[in-house]
């Protein structure tokens, strides 16, 4: 843990670090004064824990923000360099996204929608996913994106909790050559939902669909939409969206986020962790259905007014070069990926990279994940050229932002490979045992964090007693993310996964109990546990072991097919596993708790250790024997 790397950008501001420890309350009033607001706040923070309000009393608008702000100064500049998977292109400038933005803003509100009305978004990565975004902030309407790789069962049940009006989607949108339906889903899915009162349906692939009583085509929509609407003025605290996430228990969990405060939290994370400036151009290889793509790609560089790259595709679309060929044809100074993604590009060599002219960059960052030392010195070395600092950033869905990061765009600190560095100003965050008291330095133990900030989730929708058990009730009026950390001798924080049932799939997150309750409804599965064992792409890969019903003859391989399949279909191909295992019983405690660890650590090839809790030795037995003979 002794290497450092000494770059940096000469930004030296320690009177914003001594600020925020003196006041962070007052140090966050004035981070809020970046924004426009409609009218200024009265009270900086309400804090009854666990709600906080941020700014109150203050009135404000996400999309005035994001583009009202620009349209004197940026009119004529790209804020979105969209690239389809096709070889398509795109430019929008801020003055085009402020018109098509004001249009579909008055498409929505023709369709009906009112302040505080849900309008689920389930679109390909195509700039009318943001526009809609930015639409339903602009008169309060709340965004739920669904990401376009969930299938059926997710989408309803996310529409089915956020009980939204409208359905925003398209016939179609190209994945790695192929093109994904999403319309015929979301026909499945919402079929029965009398409160669903219109599908707005984009056209992208021209694949044919059916078309229902519900459904209308944005083009006909936008055709006679009139190009003025003004923004609404919300409170802070308006619910701008809900975003869907997984939890330890159940179903996801919808992750509200509100306005002030988040707009504030994003504004300045981009400007310490990036140090955007004008001329930069950024990009973020984030699927918008994730929350680093709600953040980082539509609110955060638009809150700047920075020209972005948006790109619809797979990264390794049509082969392992496409993401360089994208940094060197638009001159990228920023680029922020993920672990998984790096590892991916190190497998397939230098030579891939190293062919390609990536002198623009000047910034490279990553998220969603622990990044190995090993893969981070790559990315230093072979697509930094040793002149970038590494912004390894942790944060959250429920976070809304960065929270622990390096920050080159204020200050220069020595940057160590696998460590997030500190958190950023504002935030104060320990490591603590079971009990919350803090562990010695290099002791791995939980991270918690002990304030409010101004980006943290307003509630889980519709459940506050859920929100309330889920993140304050481990430790008294601290924050619980469910995150392993260690802090070394020189304070510097290192992440080291999840500390619950939560597992982390090529950076994408998954609940162990999301898969288990999709595989038990199987007519062929009595029970089942899940788990994730260490990959060396993906982070993380699934492993199921299914116990069948009783009388239950199929033969074993089709019975893993249909389980494959459905998990396909339910949930969608990111939560496929690597190995389904067929066992008779599943390792219990006494109390009948599923030992997940045990199968984790059979599943891995690692030694089992204590298993004095187990209620039948025998199950442990029988699964070594079918995971080393498969
Ligand atoms: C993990 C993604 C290590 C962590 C923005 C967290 C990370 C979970 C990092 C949240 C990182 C995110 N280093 N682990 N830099 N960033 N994580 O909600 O376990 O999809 O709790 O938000 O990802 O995942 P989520």
Not at 40 to 55: E, G, I, N, S
Not at 256 to 268: E, F
Not at 460 to 486: E, M
Request: glycine share 8%; aromatic share 10%; hydrophobic share 40%.
């Amino acid at each position: 843990m002794s290497e450092k790397y000494d770059i940096g950008l000469g930004n030296n501001n320690d009177d914003l670090r001594k600020q925020a420890n003196s006041d962070f309350v007052s140090f966050w009033s004035d981070q809020a004064k970046n924004l426009l607001w409609f009218s200024t706040w009265q009270k900086t923070l309400d804090w009854r824990p666990p709600f906080a309000k941020w700014f109150v009393g203050g009135k404000i608008n996400a999309s005035y923000n994001a583009l009202d702000v620009h349209q004197n100064t940026k009119y004529d500049k790209p804020a979105i360099l969209w690239e389809g998977e096709n070889g398509d292109s795109r430019i929008l400038t801020y003055g085009d996204l402020f018109i098509e933005v004001q249009k579909f803003a008055n498409v929505l509100k023709s369709l009906g929608v009112k302040k505080g009305d849900r309008v689920t978004i389930y679109l390909p990565m195509v700039p009318e996913l943001p526009i809609t975004m930015l639409a339903c902030a602009r008169i309060g309407a709340i965004h739920t994106v669904i990401f376009s790789g969930f299938s059926v069962e997710s989408i309803r049940d996310r529409i089915d909790d956020s009980k939204s009006k409208i359905v925003v989607t398209a016939d179609g949108g190209y994945r790695r050559g192929k093109i994904v339906k999403l319309k015929e889903v979301v026909d499945e899915a919402i079929h029965d939902f009398e409160f669903v009162e219109h599908v707005v349906v984009l056209e992208r692939t021209k694949n044919k669909i059916s078309i229902l009583p519900k459904d209308k085509l944005w083009n006909d929509l936008m055709a006679t939409a009139s190009d003025s609407c003004d923004a609404e003025k919300l409170d802070s605290d308006h619910p701008l969206y809900i975003l869907y996430t997984s939890g330890t228990t159940g179903k996801p969990k919808g992750v509200l986020h509100g306005t002030g405060g988040y707009l504030t939290h994003l504004y300045s994370t981009f400007k310490w962790a990036f140090d955007i400036k004008d001329s930069d151009i950024f990009f973020c290889t984030a699927d918008i259905g994730w929350v680093t793509g709600h953040s980082y790609v539509v609110y955060a560089p638009l809150l700047h007014g920075a020209t972005q790259i948006m790109y619809e595709g797979a990264p390794d679309f049509p082969d392992m070069s496409r993401m360089w060929h994208i940094l060197e044809k638009y001159r990228v100074s920023i680029f922020y990926t993920t672990p998984t993604a790096l590892r991916m590009f190190m497998k397939f060599g230098d030579d891939i990279p190293n062919s390609f002219n990536l002198s623009s960059l000047r910034l490279l960052g990553t998220v969603g994940e622990p990044i190995n030392p090993e893969v981070w010195r790559w990315y230093y070395k072979i697509i930094g050229k040793e002149k970038c600092p590494i912004i390894d950033t942790w944060w959250q869905t429920e976070t809304g932002g960065i929270m622990i990061s390096p920050l080159p765009g204020l200050e220069t600190i020595p940057l160590k490979p696998g460590s997030a560095t500190l958190p950023i100003p504002g935030i104060d965050i320990s490591v603590v045992d079971e009990f919350g008291s803090e562990v010695p330095p290099n002791t791995k133990g939980y991270l918690i964090i002990k304030n409010p900030w101004p980006g943290m989730l307003l509630t889980l929708w519709g459940n506050d007693k859920k929100y309330k058990n889920v993140y304050w009730s481990k430790y008294s009026n601290c924050y619980y993310p469910g995150d392993y950390a260690l802090k070394d001798s020189d304070g510097y924080l290192w992440l080291l996964g999840r500390a619950d049932d939560i597992l982390k799939i090529a950076g994408h997150r998954i609940g162990t109990a999301e898969l288990e309750s999709c595989i038990a409804s199987d007519y062929s599965v009595a029970e089942s546990a899940v788990c994730g064992i260490p990959d060396d792409i993906k982070g993380e890969v699934i492993i199921v072991f299914a116990v069948l019903k009783d009388g239950v003859t199929t033969d074993k391989t089709i019975l893993e097919k249909n389980l494959f399949n459905k998990i396909r279909t339910d949930i969608g191909p990111i939560a496929t596993p690597k190995q389904i295992y067929f066992v008779s019983k599943l390792p219990k405690t006494r109390s009948g708790k599923i030992m997940r660890r045990l199968l984790k650590s059979i599943a891995s090839g690692e030694k089992i250790g204590d298993t004095s809790t187990l209620d039948d030795p025998s199950a442990v037995a029988e699964i070594q024997k079918i995971v080393t003979q498969i």
